[in-house]
């Protein structure tokens, strides 16, 4: 086994990878489903693709992506695959939706905390729906909106969907914050929502960085890991994704107030271009949160670079549009341009941290962090079999401001405006 392989364990897993890939295909047959495994890149790192069908037709969002060494890139595209499926339309369950008024969502002191439901109170009011979630720490249950998670609820082909519900809300106010936000898939509810909670917080991460850089008042020096201090197999697999990438990538520590090792895998992009081919991981480890970094940059080098001949990746690499170009400072947001920024930047040594070897203790660790900080992680088991377990987080309060390099023009959450007015003042 790679030492990729051995990095991906670290306590976020609960079982091995044999045992993980058993329980992925388990769960594609139990949805009378096959599932197509093809190698990108077959190496350390590698990058698999899986596609799933029902018969001779592939599935409704049924196409998954994986990273890592190997054998851990073949099960992340199975378990990528299941998740995408399953929370995309075709897996809402119609009989737990219900509907809220718009303002009344916005007066929820916890889910006001979130940028895009604080919007709701100064739009038109109306009916939304939306699915219950519960709190993590005291099990409370909270009607959270649909659109925030599920993208393809805002899409025509969804209108008769919403027609259904009784959902007649004009969404066009706050449509730009709706993203994947928080979905996972695992073996168990609980080794999914750790991968969830990793992924709020990494992309809380990078709209602080890209607040801090490019909107605030006084911008701080970025953080970057010198690479000859990094552990001989970070420092292999760094190596190996240079040789793929053709060029030289850094590595910014963009950790915040959390805690929670936060990396930044970042290519320089060509001038005048936006700096779109990157690669994020946070972790309890941040041995993992740089290998899980430098991986998915790898995975997207590859997506951006193959879309035209390989369908996987076409699907996966949409064309979006640049609604930035009015506004200078989200638009230096959106090119996310840190390479002026590289030459004072505060060069820091690696160092490990301790992280919990269990997903349990992944899970209580994670809670905790943003618990302390005032915030509430909210969990939605989607689907849960003996095999499979697709579960969606959601913390309001958390900046989702990231979604500013896809183009969209948002504004940051309170967060945000903290780090906006008074600097980052989190390392």
Not at 63 to 82: D, M, N, R, T
Not at 256 to 281: K, M, N, W
Request: glycine share 8%.
């Amino acid at each position: 086994m790679s030492q990729t392989e051995l990095v991906v364990q670290d306590g976020e897993r609960a079982l091995s990878l044999p045992e993980a890939h058993l329980r992925g295909m388990a769960a594609v047959a139990e949805l009378d489903l096959r599932a197509d495994c093809t190698a990108v890149l077959d190496g350390d790192p590698a990058v698999w693709t899986a596609t799933l069908w029902r018969g001779d037709d592939p599935v409704p969002s049924g196409l998954g992506l994986g990273k890592g060494g190997s054998a851990a890139a073949q099960v992340g595209a199975i378990f990528e695959a299941l998740e995408h499926h399953l929370s995309g339309l075709q897996g809402l369950p119609n009989s737990a939706t219900t509907l809220r008024a718009a303002h009344e969502i916005s007066r929820d002191v916890t889910l006001r905390q979130d940028v895009a439901l604080g919007l709701l109170g100064e739009l038109p009011d109306g009916p939304m729906g939306c699915l219950p979630f519960r709190a993590v720490s005291s099990g409370a249950e909270v009607d959270v909106p649909l659109f925030l998670s599920v993208p393809d609820y805002l899409d025509e082909g969804a209108d008769a969907l919403r027609e259904s519900l009784g959902d007649h809300y004009d969404y066009t106010g706050v449509s730009r914050y709706s993203c994947n936000n928080g979905w996972a898939a695992g073996t168990d509810p609980v080794e999914a929502a750790v991968h969830a909670l990793n992924e709020t917080i990494e992309r809380d991460a990078l709209s602080l960085l890209l607040i801090d850089q490019f909107l605030g008042r006084w911008r701080s020096p970025l953080v970057l890991i010198a690479p000859r201090t990094l552990p001989d197999d970070l420092a292999a697999l760094v190596s190996a994704a240079e040789t793929i990438l053709g060029q030289r990538l850094y590595l910014i520590d963009m950790t915040t107030d959390l805690g929670v090792p936060s990396i930044l895998a970042y290519l320089p992009a060509p001038d005048g271009e936006p700096a779109r081919v990157r690669g994020c991981g946070a972790s309890l480890s941040r041995h993992y949160a740089i290998a899980r970094a430098v991986s998915e940059l790898v995975q997207v080098h590859l997506a951006s670079s193959l879309g035209t001949v390989h369908s996987a990746f076409a699907a996966m690499s949409p064309v979006r549009h640049d609604w930035t170009t009015p506004y200078p400072a989200l638009q230096a947001c959106y090119r996310s341009d840190f390479s002026t920024r590289l030459a004072d930047a505060t060069l820091v040594p690696y160092r490990d941290t301790e992280a919990p070897d269990t997903t349990a203790g992944h899970f209580d660790a994670l809670v905790d962090a943003l618990t302390r900080r005032g915030l509430t992680p909210l969990q939605r088991d989607h689907y849960v079999t003996d095999n499979l377990a697709v579960v969606n987080v959601f913390v309001p309060g958390l900046e989702r401001f990231m979604l500013v390099t896809d183009g969209q023009v948002v504004v940051p959450g309170a967060r945000g405006l903290a780090v906006k007015n008074n600097g980052s003042g989190y390392r």
